[in-house]
């Protein structure tokens, strides 16, 4: 005897994508920023879906608003009318189309915006967390490190008072920002190691400053002091550069945050450019592209740890792709624990304050949002005055 089938549920259709900018800052007299600039501002383009049904799912695009809305301008056509479940469909008609322009750009944020809001949208529809639908919920207490040591010309946010406040917070890693020459490379990590103790796992990041000469003699100079990792140390193009200083670091290498689709992430494997692969999802391409990048990595046997800076949006959508990754090799004894980034440098409204319901961080871990999709919905009241498209 055989049971009836269930006729197919309504898909939903996507009835409006738009968008919302902000930015917070730069403030006079408060600016900090990294080895290449100083002034850097957080912002967040928030990328709104609505389907047929009512439900507004949210994503986070990279990059500047005004360029990112100019790119959904074209985008968004694409997608009103389709399926909620077309994003590769459309994904792959719009790189296609258009391959002239490349990948490395605002189109490729603006995709990314696209394809969590419609996975946030889904959840909402089904009932489910975002997780669940990329890959199963593996954890709800994600480990983070502190990324903080900014350079900064804040007299009351000075680089010691970063580290004197991470160290109060137990983190178990921490980042800090160098790249400005050896001799200041050695001083600023050492000064952190001091400051943040000799158990805590410690990180610098060049932000792609150097050539593979000086990047090299750097981190010899460097070693002693028990890096655990070297962020960016070259530009992101230069991959024979990256294959040379890899072979011959005493320190591991990561890279991603500059890099774009699963694509570049192969060409960094394949050169066995670097050691941990970190992929930032509003701009590799969103929580799909994320994921392939996350397969390409088990199949290499290499780790992953994703790049999270700017808004609590970008927090939240970590948190579920971090939730998501499964444990490899090992099963139950990880050698390091597989960090998501948690900002704590400077003062950030679009990280506090942005979510109605603010994401939860202890002892050195961050809470999943609870709910369908991600979880979150956004404060619009509290984070109006930082509008700007």
Sequence with gaps: MTTPSQPLRKIPKIKSITMSGYQYGPLPGKSY?????????PRSSVVEVQTDEGIVGYGEASGSPAIAKEYLKTLAPLFIGRSVYDFEQVQSFVFNKMYHSGVQNGLTGALAGIDVALIDAIGKTLGLRACDLIGGCGATRLPVYASTG???DDPEN????????????????????IGRGIKSDVERTRMAREILGPDVLLIVDMNGAYTGDV??????AMAHLDIHWVEEPLPPWDLRAYT???????????AGEAHYTAR???ALIDNRCIDILQPSIPYCGGLTEARRIA?????????????????ALGLAVGCHFGAALPGWPHTDHPAFPSFLEYDVGA?????DDMLVTPIRMEDSHVHLPEGPGLGVEIDRDAIEKYRVC
């Design 264 to 266: 570049e992430f192969k």
């Design 150 to 152: 900014y350079f900064s």
């Design 158 to 177: 000075s680089y010691e008072d970063m580290l004197r406040k991470v160290a109060g917070m137990k983190f178990l890693g921490a980042k800090i920002k």
């Design 347 to 351: 003062g950030n409204p679009l990280r």
């Design 215 to 220: 990047a090299l003699a750097s981190i010899n």
């Design 244 to 254: 040379e200083l890899r072979s011959r670091s005493p320190v591991p290498l990561s």
């Design 33 to 41: 920023g990294n080895a290449r600039a100083m002034g850097f501002a």
């Design 295 to 311: 397969f390409l990595a088990q199949a290499s046997n290499l780790r992953i740890a994703p790049h999270v800076w700017g808004s």
